[in-house]
């Protein structure tokens, strides 16, 4: 099992920055994925980053490139969401989850932490 805890979220104007963190207990996270994903009022759930807990990679969708960046810290077992030049359209609560490399499916869920740009 692996326990997952979002916090870092809350109002920040159009342009501002914030930094979620999902720190993380249970089992090794030897040969696990690392993913934050979002959900906006009235829509589907979103892939945001994900990160290799072994090797480092990174993914991140295309449209948060440059905006978005995925972390880790190894040794406090903390993942990492910063956050640079949010728009309102990134109000959303966020999301930590976990999974093995070997599955498709991220297993383990966080209860999310709000996001909310406004001027």
């Known amino acids: 099992q692996v326990q997952v805890q979002e916090s870092g979220g809350g109002l920040v104007q159009p342009g501002g920055s914030l930094r979620l963190s999902c720190t993380t207990s249970g089992r090794t996270l030897a040969n696990f994925r690392m993913g934050w994903f979002r959900q906006a009022p009235g829509k589907e759930r979103e892939f945001v980053a994900s990160?290799?807990?072994?090797?480092?990679?990174?993914s991140t969708t295309e449209s948060m490139k440059g905006r978005f960046t995925i972390s880790r810290d190894s040794a406090k077992r903390i993942v990492y969401l910063q956050m640079n030049s949010l728009e309102p359209e990134d109000t959303a609560v966020y999301y930590c989850?976990?999974?093995?490399?070997?599955?498709?499916?991220?297993?383990?869920w966080g209860r999310g932490t709000q996001v909310t740009v406004s001027a």
């Open positions: 990160i290799n807990w072994n090797t480092g990679d990174t």
């Open positions: 989850s976990a999974r093995h490399v070997l599955f498709d499916t991220y297993e383990y």
